[in-house]
């Protein structure tokens, strides 16, 4: 995958319960009206973060964490994004809203002097969503020069050297920052209610998502020709296509987006294709390239033309990746019924 990638607190109030012996000054009951909430400290891959209030002038690069904010509510609380225009249809999500009040800043590569002209607050990219130390681009290149940031769950380095990425299971990762996104922006009821609606959704395309050894063998293509890039366990692919009742061919792989061999991919004989649509390289291509590829010719996805195709915004960490594991189900699902 071509990743390219502040609320004043209110002061204390306080009661006045009046006693025989005078009166007692004694601690609002609502926290919030308290002016409590901050300082919050969160856990950000690995590292903790304390934010004394909430940024207003938050930058996010690329199109799943630019909806996270959106699904959110907290349009309000960003100075714009950064991503190019070939990350699939913006108008039939829910937040759809979102992408006509906030400022599409660049579609270009996110880099510092964006950050610095929109007067950034606060960056919310991942490694490789954004962040990249090849380019001087990062949390730390950022810090200098007063800007605070947020990792991307999926992208957390992971492994010797920090060279692998994902520390837990993708979904968790979804759930990780909205939760922590919620405490940071004060809005912890909002980002309940999605964990909530979206293990919903997770648990409905689960109940009816083929099972035990009706699951076929899946393998994302995202694209490359000598070498195919795929995901690995740490992607959104791997809760979306395991959920979906499909057996992720490189589960084994610990990473979040990595390059492999074409002959493992032949070895593990994958039943479905799941190709990654974007960029220059069109869905249809990609489909043409793979049948036409002499190496995977008896591959059984191949040989029987079941090929899924689905949106990046769908398979990378976003507020997609439930309805796309019930899209993906039903994909599997009517492949199994066909009998091929």
Request: aromatic share 8%; hydrophobic share 35%; charged share 30%.
């Given at each position: 995958m071509r990743i390219?990638?502040?609320v004043t607190v209110a002061a204390s109030l306080a009661t006045v319960a009046l006693t025989g012996c005078g009166a007692q000054v004694t601690p609002a009951a609502d926290d919030k009206a308290a002016g409590s909430h901050y300082p919050v400290t969160v856990d950000n891959c690995g590292e903790k973060k304390t934010y004394a209030k909430a940024p207003q002038r938050v930058v996010t690069n690329d199109v799943g964490i630019t909806e996270i904010m959106f699904a959110l509510g907290l349009e309000k609380n960003m100075a714009g994004f950064v991503m190019p225009d070939d990350k699939g249809d913006l108008d039939s999500v829910p937040w759809?809203?979102?992408y006509s009040k906030v400022t599409w800043l660049s579609k270009k590569q996110i880099n510092k002097e964006m950050a610095l002209d929109a007067r950034a607050d606060l960056v919310f990219a991942g490694w490789n969503y954004g962040f990249n130390e090849g380019e001087g681009f990062t949390p730390a290149d950022l810090k200098k020069v007063g800007i605070d940031s947020y990792l991307l769950s999926e992208s957390c380095r992971n492994g010797r050297g920090g060279t692998a990425r994902g520390v837990m299971p993708p979904l968790d990762a979804l759930y990780t920052d909205l939760r922590?996104?919620?405490?940071?922006?004060?809005v912890e009821d909002r980002a309940e209610a999605l964990v909530t609606k979206f293990r919903g959704q997770v648990a409905g395309a689960q109940a009816g998502a083929l099972k035990g050894a009706d699951r076929p063998r899946v393998f994302l293509y995202d694209g490359g020709q000598d070498k195919p890039f795929t995901s690995g366990l740490y992607?959104?692919?791997?809760?979306?296509?395991t959920r979906a009742g499909g057996d992720h061919v490189m589960k084994d792989l610990k990473d979040s987006w990595a390059t492999v061999g074409w002959e493992t991919v032949v070895e593990r004989?994958?039943?479905?294709?799941?190709?990654?649509?974007?960029?220059?390289?069109?869905?249809?291509?990609?489909?043409?390239?793979?049948?036409?590829?002499?190496p995977l010719a008896n591959v059984s996805a191949i040989k029987n033309?079941?090929?899924v195709v689905l949106d990046y915004a769908e398979l990378v960490e976003s507020p997609r990746n439930p309805a796309a594991i019930a899209?993906?189900?039903?994909?599997l699902k009517k492949f199994r019924a066909a009998g091929s």
């Open positions: 390219r990638p502040a759809k809203a979102g922590n996104l919620g405490r940071i922006f004060d992607a959104a692919p791997h809760d979306i296509i004989d994958p039943e479905v294709i799941v190709i990654n649509n974007y960029g220059d390289t069109t869905a249809e291509q990609k489909r043409k390239f793979l049948k036409s590829y002499p033309d079941r090929i899209s993906l189900a039903a994909d």
